[in-house]
């Protein structure tokens, strides 16, 4: 079964400072990754994914993610985090089946300070 | 021009009664799902439509039956109402289904079963 897993339920950071929310996961076959932001009251919105090719995936926002198929991880980045960043941060692979559900990790609480 | 709308963004109702939430995508796509948010920020996928077509029915109570006149349309009708259905819910939809395929969401129906 394809799962994501986001071991940190918050993460904290300085404005300014770079940022890594983490995400490990678990399918067979080659992984469709996703990284979405949730604003509070709001709708998910789409930040980067990953499917093939280069394993630096860049994505909105100034975002970016490094696919490490050794480690099983699609870490969110960001050189310099603003704190507008401040939301809830999932992770997601595409399953399997037809219509392509998205499953999600629990989610990140960033929050960047000022 | 929002992509995804729901209506309504708030709902507030009594155990035992039936409603139903609208979700209306202008975007031309062909997939289009529901996803529920517990109150632990938990997202996992309900139901997805196809063209019209059922495809996946994740192991979702009876009470909950979806409704897709045409697919620009997927309709959320919730009978008998319990405490339990308390949460987010979330349309979303994608061009093709694929594995790959961005899935831009609403904004979201807070369902509160009182």
């Known amino acids: 079964a394809q799962s994501v897993a986001q071991p940190e339920d918050q993460v904290n950071v300085a404005e300014g400072n770079p940022l890594t929310v983490k995400c490990t996961y678990s399918v067979s076959g080659n992984p469709y990754l996703f990284w979405y932001v949730q604003y509070p009251n709001r709708g998910l919105q789409f930040l980067l994914k990953y499917i093939t090719g280069d394993n630096l995936v860049k994505g909105s926002y100034g975002f970016e993610a490094e696919f490490n198929k050794s480690q099983t991880s699609f870490h969110l980045k960001k050189p310099s985090a603003l704190v507008s960043d401040s939301a809830l941060y999932f992770c997601a692979v595409s399953g399997n089946q037809a219509g392509t559900a998205l499953i999600f990790g629990k989610g990140t609480t960033l929050s960047v300070s000022s | 021009d929002t992509a995804v709308s729901q209506t309504p963004k708030y709902l507030v109702t009594q155990m035992g009664n039936d409603k139903s939430i609208k979700c209306e995508q202008n975007l031309g796509h062909d997939t289009m799902y529901w996803y529920k948010q517990d109150s632990k920020k938990f997202l996992k996928i309900m139901f997805s439509?196809?063209?019209?077509?059922?495809?996946i029915n994740e192991t979702v109570p009876n009470r909950f039956s979806p409704k897709s006149p045409d697919k620009a349309h997927l309709n959320l009708h919730i009978n008998s109402l319990e405490l339990g259905d308390s949460a987010v819910y979330f349309c979303a939809s994608s061009q093709d289904g694929r594995r790959g395929d961005i899935q831009y969401f609403g904004a979201g129906t807070r369902l509160s079963v009182l």
């Open positions: 439509y196809n063209n019209k077509e059922l495809i």
